[in-house]
């Protein structure tokens, strides 16, 4: 483990010292099968899709929502061409902060991966709420119990937190587990669709229609449709469905943070990036589409409104052979929400311990790995008791208070997701200029033009416009949490933390020009040899 000095400021010239055996992760612990399980874990197949196709139908691009998947997996297949280039080259459990710092230099590195760590931090505490959710619906439906969704969170942090504590190996198992589990029973549900011909208004092709991916739903769905309440279901807006379709991926890029605990990195993490972006991408846009032919036009729209969890659960039932399907669908979407949220604090926990590890203050206790299992523990635990507080503030703070729905659902899902997706798509955007910076300015490592300027461009762009369209639709975004002061604060919390990104970092460069150059550097060199 090792620092490197690639840009070319004074500040930069000097070496810098080798890190601390008890601060490096354990080496070798995952091979590529391990790394792809937790990164889609991450997105959560079964998480995303019942969670998030009846909001982009229901509430976004309506019919079109599978469009708006399909559109998604060609903005982030352009993105992860660069990204992938960069991690090549670079081999770091910071992963945006790594590549970042190597491409813009420092300043831009520390308020990115401030930015990168708050989204990753807040993300556990989003997946909470949806595992709450689902956890208080489960025990309703299969024991008639109604449990606080309060305690069914606290129980879901204190088995993450002890899982973090292990090797990372063994969190690795139980995602690829619950993951191989959610993505055949969605699989099956999509090819039972398909083997059928589709539902009552066939295989309604227009729904992977690019051009129906910004397209705004209609009063009523165009169909009549009305809500529970006996209205017209209100318009939608198609920004809305994109969103949620990139929000469906978000944590895909975290294979890089698990590049120094992976075997073979830089073979490791590119290939397990590509195939998560482009497996996910195809595997959205086929289960998405199906399940809406399933149903048909005007029931995929009800169904979103009125059912949003039966729009799965129902058509699973009549397709694949009875009631008992649903008892496996629903404890595989508690199973699936509990599984991305350990990954997300998993991804979260390294974060913080890549940013610690690097700071006189924190390489002791953020920075420092256990000394059996070589797991960032104390980051784990800060982020434990960081999602606690978050978790138990949405609870007593909001007005849906031990309502699942809304303190759970609406509340800590719906608005943590909606500031950690800005974040994260703001990250992306910066790391993809600083693909370029790296490669074409830089000059750090050949580049092409093609694979590491043009495409990474794109790909900038389309996430660029993406945090557009979230800004100029935010208030729809925000659903029935739109009034509340968090929702209100969103964009001002994401642009302080990128300001005491950049606030930090000078006062390093002020204060201690030694610490400064370590910001970001600190990389695996011996990757490239690992068998």
């Not at 708006?68 to 297949?77: C, D, K, N, S, W």
């Not at 005007?298 to 008892?327: C, P, R, V």
């Not at 635990?381 to 503030?393: E, N």
């Not at 093609?450 to 389309?462: A, E, K, M, S």
């Amino acid at each position: 483990m090792t620092t490197e000095n690639l840009a070319p400021d004074a500040f930069e010239e000097a070496a810098v010292p080798r890190a601390a055996a008890t601060n490096t992760l354990k080496v070798g612990a995952v091979g590529l099968a391990g790394v792809l399980f937790m990164a889609v874990a991450n997105a959560a197949p079964i998480t995303a899709m019942t969670g998030n196709v009846p909001i982009a139908v229901g509430y976004g691009n309506g019919l079109g929502a599978p469009a708006g998947f399909l559109v998604a997996t060609v903005v982030l297949t352009l993105f992860t061409v660069g990204f992938v280039a960069m991690a090549r080259h670079i081999t770091t459990a910071g992963a945006f902060y790594g590549f970042v710092t190597h491409g813009l230099g420092q300043l831009w590195g520390m308020a990115t991966g401030l930015l990168a760590t708050m989204a990753y931090v807040v993300f556990e505490g989003s997946l909470i709420g949806i595992f709450s959710y689902f956890g208080n619906y489960a025990l309703k439906d299969w024991f008639g119990w109604d449990v606080n969704w309060l305690i069914i969170a606290v129980v879901g942090i204190a088995l993450i937190g002890l899982l973090g504590y292990f090797d990372i190996s063994i969190a690795a198992a139980v995602l690829g587990f619950f993951l191989i589990l959610e993505v055949v029973l969605l699989a099956a549900l999509a090819f039972s669709v398909l083997f059928k011909g589709g539902g009552p208004d066939g295989m309604m092709a227009s729904s992977i229609n690019p051009i129906n991916a910004f397209k705004n739903l209609s009063e009523g769905g165009g169909l009549g449709v009305q809500t529970s309440a006996g209205t017209l279901v209100a318009a939608g807006s198609g920004a809305l469905g994109l969103f949620f379709a990139f929000w469906s991926w978000v944590g895909f890029e975290t294979t890089a943070v698990y590049g120094e605990e992976s075997r073979n990195p830089r073979r490791i993490v590119p290939r397990a990036t590509l195939i998560a972006v482009i497996g996910l991408g195809l595997f959205y846009t086929f289960v998405s589409w199906m399940v809406i032919a399933g149903n048909g036009a005007k029931a995929s729209i009800d169904q979103a409104n009125n059912n949003s969890i039966g729009m799965f659960t129902d058509l699973a039932e009549a397709n694949l052979g009875g009631h008992w399907i649903t008892y496996i669908y629903i404890f595989l979407m508690v199973s699936g929400s509990f599984a991305c949220a350990l990954a997300f604090h998993n991804a979260a926990s390294r974060y913080l311990f890549a940013i610690g590890r690097e700071l006189p203050a924190t390489i002791k206790t953020l920075g420092a790995t256990h000394a059996k299992h070589q797991s960032p523990h104390i980051a784990s635990a800060v982020q434990s008791i960081i999602t606690l507080v978050l978790t138990a503030g949405f609870y007593f703070l909001t007005v849906g208070g031990d309502d699942p729905n809304r303190g759970g659902y609406i509340y800590l899902y719906g608005l943590l997701a909606l500031l950690g997706t800005m974040a994260i798509l703001i990250v992306q955007a910066i790391t993809s200029l600083a693909v370029i910076w790296y490669f074409h300015v830089k000059k750090a490592h050949p580049g092409n033009w093609l694979t590491t300027g043009v495409i990474p461009g794109l790909g900038g762009i389309g996430m660029i416009y993406v945090v557009y369209l979230l800004f100029s639709n935010i208030d729809f975004a925000g659903g029935g949490a739109a009034g509340s002061p968090f929702f209100k604060a969103i964009p001002w919390i994401v642009a302080a933390t990128f300001v005491v990104g950049l606030g930090l970092v000078m006062f390093l460069r002020a204060r201690s020009p030694e610490v400064y150059r370590a910001i970001g550097r600190t990389v695996l060199e011996e990757a490239h040899d690992r068998a």
